[in-house]
C-alpha cells in the first residue's frame, strides 16, 4: 500500500500489459472535484465503496457503489467525494509505469 495524498492510498496488482489499481480516499465529501488530469492509458473503473461525482471531459455523472465507469486514452477526467469513505477498483492498460 502507497500513500498517495492525505488520507489516500493505492495499492496494485500488474501483469506485461495489464494493471489494477484499488484506491481508497478517506477525505471526503469534498466541496469541489480534484484537479482533472489524463493519460494514455485506457481505464475501466468499478466503484467498490462510496458515492462520486465523476467527470469526463467535463461532463459530470453521479455514481455510487456498484457502478463502473470508463476513460478513454488522453480524456481530462476527475472526481468529486460525496461521501466520507470511497474505493475505487481502476484496470489500466497498458500499465501505468508512474505508479510503480
Avoid at 494493471?19 to 480534484?34: L, N, R, W
Avoid at 488530469?37 to 453521479?62: K, N, S
Wanted: proline share 8%; glycine share 4%; aromatic share 8%.
Amino acid at each position: 500500500m502507497t500513500a498517495i495524498g492525505d488520507k489516500r492510498t493505492r495499492y496494485l496488482s500488474k501483469l506485461d500489459n495489464l494493471m489494477m489499481a484499488v484506491i481508497d480516499f478517506h477525505d471526503g465529501p469534498t466541496e469541489q472535484p480534484d484537479e482533472p488530469h489524463w493519460h494514455p492509458h485506457e481505464q475501466i473503473c468499478y466503484m467498490a465503496e462510496g458515492r462520486i461525482i465523476f467527470f469526463l471531459d467535463g461532463e459530470p455523472t453521479t455514481l455510487e457503489q456498484g457502478d463502473m465507469f470508463t476513460v478513454p486514452a488522453n480524456v481530462p477526467h476527475t472526481v468529486q467525494l460525496l461521501t466520507k469513505h470511497v474505493r475505487l477498483v481502476d484496470s489500466f492498460n497498458p500499465i501505468r509505469e508512474d505508479f510503480l
